[in-house]
């Protein structure tokens, strides 16, 4: 049994199928998890950041896993804002950031 509880997809987007996390932008779900994918190095630490900035931390793991974190981690921690140094803190805890 998993500990992490993620929104039903069916409850992460509004009428037009926008992801509740992106209320900010105008992306489908369907082109946020394509960018997410195919985008550059720079576009897919954004949108990681932006991710798990934004959208409760279950939720983090329907789009990201945790290699993909790592990865892009010196280029997405700058964009985490106040939620950094918990991000930090469980990364660190699970061995993924030192």
């Given at each position: 049994?998993?500990?992490?509880?993620p929104t039903?997809?069916?409850?992460?987007?509004?009428?037009?199928?926008?992801?509740?996390?992106?209320?900010?932008?105008?992306?489908?779900?369907?082109?946020?998890?394509?960018?997410?994918?195919?985008?550059?190095?720079?576009?897919?630490?954004?949108?990681?950041?932006?991710?798990?900035?934004?959208?409760?931390?279950?939720?983090?793991?329907?789009?990201?896993?945790?290699?993909?974190?790592?990865?892009?981690?010196?280029?997405?921690?700058?964009?985490?804002?106040?939620?950094?140094?918990?991000?930090?803190?469980i990364l660190?805890?699970?061995?993924?950031?030192?």
């Open positions: 049994m998993s500990p992490l509880c039903r997809e069916e409850l992460l987007v509004d009428c037009r199928g926008r992801p509740y996390f992106l209320w900010d932008c105008e992306l489908t779900l369907d082109e946020f998890r394509a960018k997410l994918r195919t985008g550059d190095r720079a576009q897919r630490a954004y949108l990681a950041g932006k991710l798990m900035r934004q959208a409760k931390p279950d939720d983090v793991f329907s789009f990201v896993s945790l290699s993909e974190i790592r990865d892009l981690w010196p280029d997405l921690a700058g964009t985490l804002g106040r939620t950094r140094d918990f991000w930090e803190w660190g805890e699970w061995g993924v950031v030192s």
